[in-house]
């Protein structure tokens, strides 16, 4: 059994940063495409970035390009996301979630139903 658990939310003001932390436990996710996801309120569940499971190849919704940075350390069985110039709009819960194992065709893996296992979520708020 998987268990993703996320860390680093918080209350930050705009233009600030955060970072997300997604830890992995019960299994190595070295093989897997680790993904991040945002619900906000009243909102589905949208893609915000995937990285394949060699760290070498990243995936980002239109809305977070240029702004956010996924990475990862399979050393460590985590993923990142590092968030930079942060919006309004960007509050949310932020979930992360492991893919198929050896999928490299991100471009796919922006549904959350391509996903295998989830994190609880952190929130992230940013006030204007």
């Known amino acids: 059994q998987v268990q993703l658990v996320e860390s680093g939310g918080g209350l930050v003001q705009a233009g600030d940063s955060l970072r997300l932390s997604c830890a992995a436990s019960g299994r190595t996710m070295s093989s897997y495409a680790m993904g991040w996801f945002r619900q906000g309120p009243g909102k589905e569940r949208e893609f915000v970035a995937v990285i394949d499971w060699t760290g070498k190849s990243t995936y980002y919704a239109d809305s977070v390009k240029g702004r956010f940075t996924i990475s990862r350390d399979n050393a460590k069985n985590t993923v990142s996301l590092q968030m930079n110039s942060l919006k309004p709009e960007d509050t949310a819960v932020y979930y992360c979630?492991?893919?198929?194992?050896?999928?490299?065709?991100?471009?796919?893996?922006?549904?959350?139903?391509?996903?295998?296992?989830w994190g609880q979520g952190t929130q992230v708020t940013v006030s204007s």
């Open positions: 979630a492991a893919g198929p194992p050896g999928f490299t065709l991100l471009a796919v893996l922006t549904t959350p139903s391509r996903y295998n296992y």
